[in-house]
């Protein structure tokens, strides 16, 4: 699968659209807290201005469902794009009514506008041709460096790409790069190969799961979702996260696990607290010896070692999914430990999955990362094997 690459396109003074993850985390007064999504954009749009282009800059940010809301403005993420970029971002107070119109009709190349928050308008989830069309008659060609919404067919995302022929959009650098990470290492792995799979539940990543045992060389359970694989094999699991409509399905995982010859490990030891609180008892346990009505919420001091064993010899690590409920420092440990692990070791590791990407970065071995995925939801079905609806209208046809 090969894409339309951004560097293959004539773009030279033109108006370009691009559509970027501008989707950060911001404090309860609008700061940004993690402004690594607008950092993984400035490439692409440092290109496309190195090329005299005009820049229209798109995104969404937060869930503001169709409704001008304040605090989902973009705002703050033009002053960062100002301070990133080193030159004036225009904001637009609208997405495609008459402030971004106005704003983007006689730009001139080297400028960039950022139109207000792109779900303000119902038609962007809706994946409304009519608003598709708005955005598309803004601009000349069309880039999609949005990975993490790459999953979703929204009109900025999937619509807007019906206006534009092959010579007129691409990926950009961030979508491609992430494409083709996930592609290399998921298909054409250096082994052996190591998954920890961990979070709450077996349902949110169960074909993630079943696509991945027959890439990989061992598997590592964490998290929440191990409960529902220990209560298949007979344990007593008290009062944790259990989804017991999916234990004949935990089971054919196991079965075929074994039966491709992947080494399939859950924890043998839990953090095992009376109520799912900060403050609660807790204690350490085996698996087989979580106390009535307690729960597990993290993985014990065994488990942690047993990992790190499992760890040692392999030669890319991809890591989907906390061990525990690290949001609660009490049931971070197991998380913390193996980040720490994964970080030092000398195998190529990906972090794929929002969560695993705050929790590293929490850690503070971000950088010690070979490749942090921008996208949760998006790294999740490309390892379930899917094209995403973003990508498919960005792959080169074959001759
Ligand atoms: P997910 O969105 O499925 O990747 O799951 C992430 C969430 O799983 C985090 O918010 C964790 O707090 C939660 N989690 C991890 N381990 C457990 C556990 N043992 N019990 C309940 N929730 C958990």
Redesign the pocket.
Known sequence: MELLHLKQLDIQNKKVFIRCDFNVPMDEFGNITDDRRIRSAIATINYCLDQDCAVILASHLGRPKGEVVEKYSLKPVARRLHQLLKKEVVMANDVVGEDALGKTADMQSGEVVLLENLRFEAGETKNDPEFAKKLADLAEVYVNDAFGVSHRAHASVEGITAYFDNDHKAAGFLLEKEINFFGKLVNNPVRPFAAIV????VS??LEALVNLLPKVDKILI??????TFLKQLGYDIGA??VEDELLEEAQRIMDKAAELGVKFYLPVD?IAADR?AEDAVSKIVTAQEIPNGW????IGPATVRLYREALNDVQTILW?????????ER?ARGSSKIAHFVADSYATTVVG?G??ADLVQRVGVDEEMTFISTG?GASLELLEGKILPGVKPLIKEEA
Do not use: I, Q, R
């Not at 961990?198 to 539940?201: D, F, N, V």
């Not at 729960?295 to 993290?298: A, F, Q, V």
């Open positions: 961990g979070g709450s539940k949110g990543k964490g998290g929440g979702m191990a409960f944790s996260l839990v799912f729960m597990g919420l993290d989907n999914g906390p061990m525990g409920v690290y949001e609660m049931f999955g969560d695993t949760g």
